[in-house]
Structures are given as structure tokens and as C-alpha cells.
């Protein structure tokens, strides 16, 4: 697993798979693996914070750490 100080990079292929999971009617996070389940959340939260001064005002920071398989190295 790896931690950074940084928001965590969703993989291109991750992302578009998220979003179309999000975007779908029959939308069932409980039936999502847990690592699918916390890339949708990430997602989210990057459409909340993308609202000026949210973070600010919220006190949160998408620096939180995700399976290895779910992000890409920045090396």
C-alpha cells in the first residue's frame, strides 16, 4: 500500500470505469469491491472539492492512501 501527502492519481482506466459505474441508474455500491467502492468516493469528493474554497471550508483533503492497484507511480 502506499501513502502520500498527496491526492491519490486514479489510473485513467479506473477513473472512466468509476464514473460510468456512478453514472449508471442501477448504481449498487454494495455490490462493488471495496477498491472500486473507494475510487467512486474519491470521485465524488473531487466534484465537491472542486467547488472554490470547499476544501477550505470542510477542513478535508483527498491525501488518503489506495490499494496499489488503483494508482498509478509517480517514479
Known sequence: ???SSTSPVILDEMRIHAIETL???NFEPSKLPE????????ILFEALL?????EDDTS???GV???DSYLSTND
Not at 35 to 42: A, G, N, Q
Not at 50 to 54: I, S
Open 1 to 3: 500500500m502506499s501513502f
Open 65 to 67: 492512501p489506495l490499494s
Open 60 to 62: 478535508v483533503s483527498l
Open 23 to 25: 453514472d449508471s441508474w
Open 50 to 54: 472542486c467547488k472554490e474554497g470547499m
Open 35 to 42: 477498491e472500486e467502492v473507494l475510487v467512486c468516493t474519491i
